[in-house]
């Protein structure tokens, strides 16, 4: 159902959000520089996005999810506080960002079944800036 593949991609967002700030504020090395300022693009807009999926669900009459409890039950990303090299972190967001593009397409399609266009319009511009994020990533670690 729509309602609970937005909470999922809610959490999802919240989380990935999280984490990119989380490696933002500890990346270190000769590679510094690049990576800060990546990662301080990438979870600004994420973190943009976390508002709005919230306010879809409530479109739909439904409550957001909004303790860290259930944001950690409903996500599909992987959760760390291993501080790892500047290299792995885009490693594990690529492939963090891969799940949360699955989860935001598994929403769209739910919208567009339910006929949610508006929602469905949100979503397919998220997946978009997301498959944009898998690009850079993926470019990153090669």
Do not use: C
């Amino acid at each position: 159902m729509l309602k609970d593949t937005l909470k999922t991609t809610l959490a999802d967002a919240f989380t990935f959000y999280l984490k990119a700030q989380f490696y933002h504020w500890n990346v270190e090395g000769p590679d510094f520089v690049q990576y800060h300022d990546f990662l301080g693009e990438l979870y600004e807009d994420v973190q943009g996005s976390v508002d709005t999926i919230a306010e879809l669900i409530r479109t739909l009459d439904e409550y957001s999810p909004g303790t860290l409890s259930r944001m950690k039950e409903l996500t599909t990303i992987t959760e760390s506080d291993v501080i790892p090299s500047g290299l792995d972190m885009m490693r594990s967001l690529f492939t963090e960002n891969l799940k949360l593009l699955a989860t935001l397409m598994s929403a769209y399609k739910d919208a567009t079944d339910a006929g949610e266009e508006g929602i469905a319009n949100y979503l397919q511009d998220r997946i978009q800036a997301h498959e944009k994020h898998s690009w850079m990533l993926r470019s990153i670690i090669k």
